[in-house]
């Protein structure tokens, strides 16, 4: 019996996963494309996306659900970006050099984050997703109207030619792939962005690291009861709003890694499905809201993009549409999202009232020994 | 000094101050409308002709919120309802009123059908159910993209010429249904205002009948359920069924709307379109002065003509004084901020 | 948190760590900025405008050590450089020792004309400042217009009619 049960609950907890990779199994031989072709392509994908979906762990750690707010760590990258393009700094130095101007910037937004999700409690989500479309307003009025016209814009080839404004797309010629090219590995045929992967490795000791520490353990309190943390002595709004800004700032730099990888900035929605992708990799990777851990974001980014690779070729193949195949993986990355939460909800209330259940069982169990005294 | 008007400093906590900020913003731009050139008479039926287009998707959110499901972030649900009805309306060739009312009876089915399996899943997740409506919205919108393609439409009006297959993505309505509402009893004044009587009296009978049915014993159940669910429990009111019911309600209104929307504006839009109206008609409710967890017909009437009203005037007064596009941002600033504002706000229970 | 009396000591080291902390941010900004600077410089080959040097026929000239360019009379290449110190070698035809020397470029500089001709000459002025313009731009992209909702490597989203 309890075998059976055991089995039913892996498959409860890990459908999402389950499903995903039954989806993604079906849809390779149809795609037509090759085993290498898609572990190539795989490799890639790890290098540009992991770091953002990195950042989502330590809001999850502090029970503030998925951080839709990382798109704002996603527009201070971006700001740093353009700082770099228009002083003309190329290179891994410009990588560098973006990322330490997004950093205050990014520090700033956590802040903000933090402070507006501690007067949200309890919906958390839909707050930071709002918030990334409100914040993203400024970042249009800052970028789009200010640049040029209040704060001054070296490079002229940036800027539209109204005279403000920075351009719908920036080449990123001066650091594209520049982390990437540093150590690159030739194996047998595929190349490997080792100096990527050794950032993406060092991030993941930090937040191996960072959950021992004393904040860490900290978080982990507030995650896991507020009031219980509160008495205990945890500065909690204090402590949500450090998680944020960690993830704020690793979304910084996250989007710089990403955007030095494509080569090319779409400057007004670069950071639009930022969240959007982050989230549902990590999701399709067995994270829930309350419980994610870093082999959650690597399948979830290796499952979530062999899909993303395999569907539109998929999509021409069955109905001689690519757009099927387009707007089929859009269904799939929003469907994740939406099965994970409902998921997660559902078996937080059945798992409530199971416990509320036990709870009755037990004080029915222990009524007729204190009525004996 | 402050303590002698302790009427309007209450007044202005209950209202908050965005609310303010924004009703005096737009007042500003009435106000200066004219010194840049544009016309008045024009800007007030721009603003009434929106006011009703999208007053329905407003009014939609009333039932959900009353019910304790929230902000219904996934209004595009029932927006779905509504094109698949208007799309049917047009191949089966409907015209004129016949077209508008065809389309809102075969949207019908549909959004109960949907709006029921939308409740039972929410029923599923309370406490969460915005951040998933969103989501199962954005699911539905992308899983129709792909219906829309697929689907055997045979319209010449509606399928790509070139295909013969597959819906186009903006489809206009033009002999079918266009302005039928609009046309109805219209009043016109002068070469540049008209006023849309017939829409209005649509949406107004609309609101009304939703008037009457939260004064039912069903609705005020209702909004027991969201405004006390242990009492209503206890008093033994179903508070799933009332749910649902509600997300029912919403769905249709929302499927309603959408075919009222198509007949003034004069397209129906498909695929990805639907994706971020939810987030015009929140964000008018909540500048209507509705809170997460409460709202009234005041604060729908004041809330779509304030929010449209500044989606009106800001392009056409801004952009003449400033000689830029900046009122995007404006609303995107404007719209998103109240949402937080309500967001954050501590839900008290209101009076 | 800052009602609470902090002992003078610790108040010290925080404030000497901040300060330390902002300085080392600013030196990595400055240190980033001025070894990732990239100047763009144009090796030319062409007279000088008074005539006192005159073009070379098949110079070889490297940069930094890279594959040499070929030059002739009239040319101009474009070469990219990143940070200010670079070793410039040139082999001339006539079979002398190449000449090699340094290049600092000033660091306010995007672009650089480098005088072949006037360098190996030992005239000053080899190295100045190249203003451009009326730089060619591409057409402005229409600016929000937004398909907020695709992927970033979506194919074109609306199909044509």
Redesign the interface.
Known sequence: MSGKKSLGRFLTENAVVILFLLITIAAIPSSGLSIQYILQEMITRLGRNTFLVLALILPIYAGM?LNFGMTLGAMSGQLGLILAINFNVGGVEGLAFAALLGTPVSVLMGYICGS?LN??K??E???G???A??I???Y??VI??MMGAIFPIRSPAILLSRGYGIRNTLNLEGVRQSLDNLLMLRLGGYALPLATFIVIAVLCAFVIWFKKTKLGQDMRAVGHDMTVAESAGVPVDRTRIIAIIISTVLACYGQIIFLQNMGNMATYNAHDQTSFFAVAAILVGGAS?KKASIPNVFIGVILLHVLFVVTPRAGQNL?G?A??GE??R??IG??V??LS??LY??RA?KDALRAREGLRRASIAAAPEGAAK | MPKSTPNIKQFVTDFGWPRIIIFFFLALLFAAAPFVGVRMDASISDVFNRFGQNGLFVLALVPMIQSGCGLN?GLSIGIIAGLIGSTLSVQLGLIGFGGFFGAVALALPFAVLFGWVYGK?LN?????E???A???G??GV??M??MW??LPYTSPTMV??YAGK?L??TITVEGFYRQVLNEFLAIRIGPNFVFPTGMLLFDGLCAYLLWLFMRTKTGTAMTAVGSNPDYARASGISVDRMRTTSVIISTVLGAVGIVVFQQSYGFIQLY?AP??MP?AAVAAILIGGAS?NKASMVNVLVGAFLFQGLLTMTPSVINSALH???S??????VS??I??YA????TKVAK | MSEKKVDPKIAARRLLVRGGLVVAYVFLVGLFFVTGKGHTVLVDNKDAADGSAVGINGALVSIDGREALEQYPGDRDIVLLKGQRHRVRIQLPSGEPPIEMSLALPLNTDMLLLSIPKLVAKQAGYLEEFVQRDQPRPADEKV?DN????SPDAPV???A?
Not at chain 2, 124 to 128: F, I, L, N, P
Request: net charge positive.
């Open positions: 659900g507006v007067k949200a309890g919906r989500m839909v707050t997703y709002m918030l479309f409100f993203n307003g400024i249009q009025l789009l109207y809201v109905f549409s757009m099927i707007y089929f859009q269904f929003y469907g999202i939406a939460l409902v909800a559902w209330r | 972030f899943l599923k997740v309370k406490g969460e915005m951040t998933i969103m989501y199962v954005f699911a992308m899983f993209c792909i393609l697929v790509w010429g597959g186009r993505t990805t994706l971020a987030f997460v830029t596009d900046i995007e941002v404006v609303r995107l600033i998103n901020g949402i937080i967001l954050t706000r501590k | 929000g398909n907020a909702f695709t989203t609306t199909p009619p």
